[in-house]
């Protein structure tokens, strides 16, 4: 069974400064997806970042980056100049690739981010 | 629309009642799935539909739990005789995929239901 673990309940950052989330996951499959998720206070979920497992660069999103490590099964996110808006619960989130499957996402328990003045 | 939304934000109910929580998805979605957030929590997956057809429930946790999505647009979750482990914020998500793509899952609000 796929799992993610997500090992840092809680973080904090000063702002404009860099922060890493970590992130680890379990999987026989040599074909999947990464993702991280930022959830706010308001519930509503949204796509920070996505990984395809068979791509050896790692992705980035304007301030946000990963450092994908496949054979480490490691899966880390990488804040840049944080913002106070950056302030939230963050998910790494694993899919398997492929249509015989779903693409249900197996999340891990999320790390909180704090960014302080 | 312009993105899922989720009906009712918020539901409390006594003990043993029924509830069904409802998930409008983003237009022209193919895929719609349900997720169970505890409280603290990472969601956890409960159900997928691909149009009107239920793949996979594997992730409901009782028969209690039953799901539908009769016309492949919205899809309603429902509890039945609710019980108290079931509060939980519940989540619904769409997207375009239909198998092996890329394409994102996008969230609606949630339904934060609490079982007194």
């Known amino acids: 069974a796929q799992t993610v673990t997500q090992s840092q309940p809680e973080m904090s950052v000063q702002e404009a400064e860099t922060v890493t989330l970590s992130c680890t996951y379990d999987?026989?499959?040599?074909?999947?997806?990464l993702f991280w998720y930022k959830q706010p206070p308001s519930r509503q979920m949204i796509l920070v970042i996505r990984?395809?497992?068979?791509?050896?660069q790692n992705a980035t999103e304007n301030r946000f980056s990963v450092n994908f490590q496949k054979a480490a099964k490691s899966f880390s996110l990488k804040i840049s100049d944080s913002q106070l808006g950056d302030a939230a619960m963050y998910f790494c989130?694993?899919?398997?690739?492929?249509?015989?499957?779903?693409?249900?996402?197996?999340f891990g328990q999320g790390t909180t981010l704090q960014v302080k003045p | 629309g312009a993105g899922v939304s989720q009906s009712p934000r918020y539901k409390v109910a006594k003990r043993g009642q029924d509830v069904a929580l409802r998930c409008d998805p983003i237009?022209?979605?193919?895929?719609l799935f349900w997720y169970q957030q505890a409280l603290g929590q990472g969601p956890e997956f409960l159900t997928y539909?691909?149009?009107?057809?239920?793949?996979?429930k594997s992730g409901l946790p009782s028969d209690r739990f039953f799901a539908e999505r009769p016309e492949g647009s919205v899809s309603t979750l429902k509890i039945q005789r609710t019980q108290q482990e079931d509060s939980a914020v519940y989540l619904c998500?769409?997207?375009?995929?239909?198998?092996?793509?890329?394409?994102?899952?996008?969230f609606g609000p949630g339904t934060r239901l609490t079982v007194l």
């Open positions: 989130a694993y899919r398997i690739h492929g249509s015989s499957n779903t693409g249900k996402l197996i």
């Open positions: 990984q395809e497992a068979y791509k050896q």
């Open positions: 999987t026989s499959e040599s074909d999947y997806y």
């Open positions: 539909f691909q149009n009107e057809a239920q793949l996979d």
């Open positions: 237009s022209g979605h193919v895929s």
């Open positions: 998500a769409s997207s375009a995929w239909t198998g092996g793509s890329t394409d994102t899952q996008y």
